[in-house]
C-alpha cells in the first residue's frame, strides 16, 4: 500500500500514529541495511588489500657503503699552531703573529678568522697569497681575567672547506691590590 491508501482507510489518530512510525521504521530498516552493507564492503575490500600487501616479501634495504668525503687539504702551512704566553700581566694585551706559506701551486685568500671569544682581536694577512709567498695571522688577548687560558683561532681559505685552528694559551697573572692605607692617628 501506499501513503495515500493507507491515509484514506485511517479511522483514528492512533491508526495514524501507528501507520507512520511503520513507515519510518521500514525507512530506517533500509538505511541500516543500506549502511552495513557499506560498512562490510569496505572492510572487506581493505582486508583483501592488506593481505595482499602482507602477501609480498618485505624488500631488503640498499645497503650503500657510506665513505667519508676527502676534503682538499688547507693550501697554506703554518711554522706554528700554538703559542704559550706564559705568565702575563692582567690587564695588558698581548699579541702573537702566526706566520704562514702557500705551499700549493695556486693563489690563496684567508677568507676569516673566527676568534673563540671576544676577549681575543685578530688581524691578518687580506690581499691573496701567490704560491711560495708567505702571510701572518696576528692573535692579540686582552689579558682581563685572572687565572689560566686556551683561546683558539679559526682560519678559512678561498682554497678549500677544510679549516686551521689555531690556540694562543698561558696564564693571567692578577694585578696586586694596592696597599691600604696605613690609618693615621690623630
Known amino acids: ?21 511503520k513507515l519510518i521504521m ?13 560498512f562490510f ?12 600487501i602482507d602477501a609480498k616479501p618485505a624488500a631488503a634495504p640498499a645497503v650503500t657503503a657510506v665513505r667519508p ?8 702551512t703554518f711554522a ?9 700581566a692582567q690587564d695588558k694585551p698581548v699579541s702573537h703573529d702566526f706566520t704562514f706559506k702557500n705551499t700549493s701551486k695556486e693563489t690563496i685568500l684567508i677568507t676569516g678568522v673566527k676568534p673563540s671569544c671576544g676577549c ?25 681575567a685572572a687565572g689560566p687560558f686556551t683561546k ?9 672547506d677544510a679549516t686551521k685552528t689555531l690556540y694562543i694559551k698561558g ?9 691600604a692605607p696605613a690609618p693615621t692617628q690623630h
Do not use: W
Open 41 to 52: 564492503a569496505s572492510n572487506v575490500a581493505t582486508a583483501q588489500e592488506t593481505r595482499k
Open 152 to 160: 683558539t683561532l679559526t682560519v678559512t681559505t678561498n682554497d678549500t
Open 26 to 38: 521500514k525507512t530506517l530498516k533500509i538505511s541500516l541495511f543500506a549502511a552495513a552493507a557499506f
Open 69 to 76: 668525503v676527502e676534503q682538499k687539504p688547507m693550501g697554506i
Open 120 to 144: 681575543t682581536a685578530t688581524n691578518y694577512t687580506k690581499t691573496p697569497i701567490k704560491p711560495g709567498e708567505s702571510g701572518s695571522v696576528t692573535a692579540t688577548y686582552n689579558a682581563h
Open 80 to 88: 706554528e699552531d700554538t703559542h704559550t704566553f706564559g705568565d702575563i
Open 171 to 179: 696564564k693571567v697573572i692578577a694585578n696586586e691590590a694596592p696597599a
Open 1 to 21: 500500500m501506499e501513503v495515500n491508501q493507507y491515509i484514506c482507510v485511517i479511522e483514528n489518530e492512533y491508526q495514524l500514529l501507528t501507520i507512520v512510525i
